[in-house]
């Protein structure tokens, strides 16, 4: 920890083994975006892409760039990173590592959201995505509800957020049954999670919904910081405990929710991103900054291997970011068994 004091007499604590990471995770993002946009049936340079991105490309490349392959790179970066941010708010609540919007059930109510406007009202791309995003809010808002007891503590937002997780998971499981073939086959390919068909439609509400969200998080890093310190800490600290809790829970439901929406469900990155976040930064907190790059760097690289990895074979991207945040859950379990926590 360094201390920085400026001209006018403040002073700033810098953390520069966490800035350096931060640096090198925003550099990765990048890296692989760029990456990733020259991938594909027509292979473009790096430079080339750099190039186009700058307004210097020819006709074909533009096309190709900004409007097949930007859009679908953009939309992956800000779903990481919303929900890496989103991951790293619930597990610095719950204080418990499990704490994730995989686990408590968010990834399934904006499954059933999305479902509904499918199997019941055969809804249009939009009202899908509507959908999600109300689902999410909704289940959202019952995990607070249900897990109040003069407060929301920890290890009952995880037990009650497991419980409704199972409650929606079945909900989901009917509203399959009901479905026809064609709602059916398109509810899996939405469940499945995916950037394949991402345009500039699905950018825009994300990039504002993330720049306003972001500096509030952001804003509320200090508080959060006193609140892995227990309550009464907090209390004695001057932080209005509830209120913090309320303001942070609400803004990573609607940054998950919102992701899902995007993207569809993908799956563990919310989980892993901030564990890897904070064993790189070795730093004691919520790591907000570096949980949401690393999200971000984390699903730019699944993508890229979804396509490319398996040969002919294209996958969603969600199927790798499963097998991957799955082997990484089943390692986490066992640690946290041998240290004693469960």
């Known amino acids: 920890?360094?201390?920085?004091?400026?001209?006018?007499?403040?002073?700033?604590?810098?953390?520069?083994?966490?800035?350096?990471?931060?640096?090198?995770?925003?550099?990765?993002?990048?890296?692989?975006?760029?990456?990733?946009?020259?991938?594909?049936?027509?292979?473009?340079?790096?430079?080339?892409?750099?190039?186009?991105?700058?307004?210097?490309?020819?006709?074909?490349?533009?096309?190709?760039?900004?409007?097949?392959?930007?859009?679908?790179?953009?939309?992956?970066?800000?779903?990481?990173?919303?929900?890496?941010?989103?991951?790293?708010?619930?597990?610095?609540?719950?204080?418990?590592?499990?704490?994730?919007?995989?686990?408590?059930?968010?990834?399934?109510?904006?499954?059933?959201?999305?479902?509904?406007?499918?199997?019941?009202?055969?809804?249009?791309?939009?009202e899908v995505a509507g959908g999600a995003l109300v689902g999410g809010l909704v289940t959202g808002l019952a995990i607070y509800l249900l897990a109040w007891k003069r407060g929301v503590h920890g290890y009952r937002l995880v037990l009650v957020g497991i419980g409704v997780s199972a409650f929606i998971t079945a909900v989901n499981g009917y509203l399959l049954t009901k479905a026809d073939f064609v709602d059916a086959a398109r509810s899996v390919v939405w469940m499945t999670g995916s950037l394949n068909g991402r345009d500039w439609e699905q950018v825009w509400p994300l990039l504002v919904l993330c720049a306003v969200l972001v500096p509030l998080v952001l804003v509320y890093g200090r508080p959060l910081r006193m609140l892995e310190m227990g309550d009464d800490v907090a209390n004695s600290l001057g932080v209005p405990v509830e209120r913090t809790r309320f303001v942070l829970l609400t803004a990573s439901v609607l940054l998950t929710a919102a992701a899902t929406a995007a993207a569809g469900p993908v799956s563990f990155v919310a989980l892993t991103a901030p564990q890897l976040a904070r064993r790189l930064t070795r730093s004691p907190g919520p790591n907000l900054m570096p949980a949401m790059f690393m999200g971000a760097t984390l699903l730019i690289v699944a993508d890229w291997a979804s396509q490319r990895a398996f040969g002919a074979d294209q996958l969603p991207v969600g199927v790798v970011t499963g097998v991957l945040g799955g082997i990484y859950l089943l390692w986490l379990l066992v640690a946290q068994r041998k240290a004693g926590r469960i």
């Open 1 to 126: 920890m360094k201390a920085i004091r400026t001209r006018g007499g403040l002073s700033v604590r810098l953390d520069v083994r966490t800035a350096v990471v931060v640096t090198l995770l925003v550099a990765a993002a990048l890296v692989s975006g760029v990456v990733l946009i020259g991938t594909g049936d027509f292979p473009i340079p790096a430079a080339d892409v750099i190039r186009t991105l700058l307004g210097n490309g020819n006709a074909g490349q533009e096309f190709i760039i900004n409007d097949l392959r930007l859009p679908r790179v953009l939309v992956g970066l800000l779903v990481g990173a919303a929900l890496g941010l989103g991951g790293a708010l619930f597990q610095s609540i719950a204080r418990n590592p499990l704490g994730s919007p995989d686990v408590l059930g968010l990834g399934q109510g904006s499954t059933a959201g999305a479902l509904t406007m499918i199997v019941l009202f055969q809804g249009s791309a939009a």
